[in-house]
C-alpha cells in the first residue's frame, strides 16, 4: 500500500469524497475533482497546481410535501456520520480531449491507519494517469487528514425544498462563504430516515481563470448498515484545452470489519 502524507497544493480542496463519513464523503468529492482538474492544470502549466470540482446543474424539484423534506433535512444533520472502515476496489477514469487514462486500485481506511491505496492496473495517457488519477487519490488522503468544509451549519444553509417526483427530500446548499472548497446545489435524501442518496451541484467559486463550470454528481448507497458512495461523475471547462471529464465506482470488499460480497 502506498502511505501518503498531505500535499500542500490540496489543503483548500477539504470537501467530500472518500471514506463513508456522509459529512467528510462530500469533502472527499470535491477533493476528487480538485485532483482531475489540477492534474490536467498541471499537464498544461506547471505552476497551477490547484483546483476543486463540486456540484452539478441544480434540477427542477417538485415541492409536494415541504414538511416530509424538512423533518429528513433535520434526520440528515442529527444522524451519527462516522466514518465506516472499509476496503474496497475503484476504478478511477478521465478524458480531456483526446487524451484518456483509467486506472484499478485496492484502497482502504481504517482510524488508525488511514486511507491507503495500490495501483492494481493502468492505462491509457500517462500524463492523465499520473497527474490527474493519482492526484485523486492522493487528494483524499490529504483531506482525510484536514477534515474540513463538512455539510454542516457553520459551512452551509440549508433550505428543505420539498419531496421531487423520485419520492426524495430535496434540500437546496447555499454555502456562507463563496470558496473553492464549499459548494452550490442539491442534497437528495430519504424523506424517512434522512440518509444521503445523492450530491448534485456546481462548485460556489471557480478554482481559478483556467478552471471553470465545476459540476459533480455523487451517489450513494445503503451497504449493510452503512451509508457509503458508490459513484462520483464531474465535468468543468479548462481554458484553452476545453471540456474535462471524470468518473470512479466503488466496488467493496469489506465494511465495519464484514464481508461484502458485491454492492446493491
Known amino acids: 500500500m502506498r502511505d501518503g502524507t498531505p500535499h500542500a497544493l490540496f489543503h483548500s480542496v477539504a470537501l467530500l469524497v472518500g471514506g463513508g463519513m456522509l459529512v467528510l464523503s462530500l469533502a472527499l468529492g470535491v477533493a476528487c475533482a480538485a485532483g482531475l482538474l489540477s492534474g490536467l492544470m498541471r499537464v498544461m502549466k506547471p505552476k497551477v497546481t490547484m483546483v476543486l470540482l463540486a456540484l452539478a446543474v441544480v434540477p427542477t424539484v417538485r ?3 415541504p414538511n416530509a423534506a424538512d423533518q429528513s433535512m433535520e434526520r440528515f444533520l442529527t444522524r451519527q456520520n462516522d466514518q465506516h472502515p472499509y476496503r474496497a476496489t475503484r476504478r478511477l477514469e ?4 483526446s487524451r484518456e487514462g483509467w486506472l484499478e486500485a485496492k484502497t ?6 488511514g486511507f491507503r491505496y495500490q495501483i492494481t492496473a493502468e492505462g491509457g495517457s500517462s500524463q492523465i494517469r499520473t497527474r490527474v488519477l493519482r492526484a485523486v487519490l492522493d487528494g483524499e488522503q490529504d483531506v482525510i487528514a484536514l477534515g474540513e468544509a463538512a455539510l454542516a451549519p457553520n459551512n452551509y444553509a440549508f433550505q428543505p425544498n420539498g419531496v421531487d417526483a423520485e419520492g426524495l427530500a430535496n434540500v437546496l446548499l447555499s454555502p456562507k462563504r463563496k470558496e473553492r472548497a464549499l459548494l452550490s446545489g442539491v442534497m437528495f435524501l430519504r424523506p424517512d430516515e434522512g440518509e444521503l442518496v445523492r450530491l448534485q451541484g456546481r462548485l460556489a467559486k471557480n478554482p481559478s481563470f483556467w478552471v471553470r463550470n465545476v459540476d459533480i454528481v455523487r451517489k450513494y448507497a445503503r451497504i449493510h448498515t452503512a451509508v457509503m458512495p458508490v459513484a462520483i461523475e464531474s465535468t468543468a471547462h479548462v481554458t484553452f484545452l476545453g471540456a474535462a471529464s471524470f468518473r470512479m465506482t466503488y466496488d467493496y470488499q469489506e465494511i465495519d470489519g464484514r464481508s461484502i460480497r458485491s454492492n446493491p
Open 94 to 97: 478521465a478524458k480531456n480531449g
Open 63 to 65: 415541492a409536494t410535501t
Open 108 to 113: 482502504e481506511y481504517s482510524p488508525s491507519g
